[in-house]
Nanobody, 126 residues
Framework: QVDVVESGGGSVQTGGSLRLSCAAS????????IGWFRQAPGKEREGVAA???????GYADSVKGRFTIARDNTKNTAYLQMDNLRPDDTATYYC????????????????????WGKGTQVTISS
């Protein structure tokens, strides 16, 4: 079992920045993949960014150059730095953890993620 808890959401204006944190707690497991997903009202959930244990990363095209994912393996924590935010970034952001190795991670596919947080709201106003 891995407990996943997100923090850091909030409301900012267009062009602003937010930093999300994801703490993945487990007495037994070390996550292979930590990823961020988001879901806006009326839209499907989409992968945003993910990072493997070796610090390799993957990003959705819509956030490349604006978002940066990083992780601290000593704390099983991942961070999503979001800069130059736009109104279409408004969504509930979910952190997810995958324990198994595989290509799902850097392609940010939800099928490989086994544990999910409850989400944190990000709202960008114009």
């Amino acid at each position: 079992q891995v407990d996943v808890v997100e923090s850091g959401g909030g409301s900012v204006q267009t062009g602003g920045s937010l930093r999300l944190s994801c703490a993945a707690s487990s007495d037994t497991y070390e996550p292979f993949c930590i990823g961020w997903f988001r879901q806006a009202p009326g839209k499907e959930r989409e992968g945003v960014a993910a990072i493997r244990r070796d610090d390799a990363t993957g990003y959705a095209d819509s956030v490349k150059g604006r978002f940066t994912i990083a992780r601290d393996n000593t704390k099983n924590t991942a961070y999503l730095q979001m800069d130059n935010l736009r109104p279409d970034d408004t969504a509930t952001y979910y952190c997810a953890v995958g324990l198994s190795t595989g290509g799902y991670c850097l392609t940010i596919r939800s099928f490989g993620m086994e544990f999910w947080g409850k989400g944190t709201q990000v709202t960008i106003s114009s």
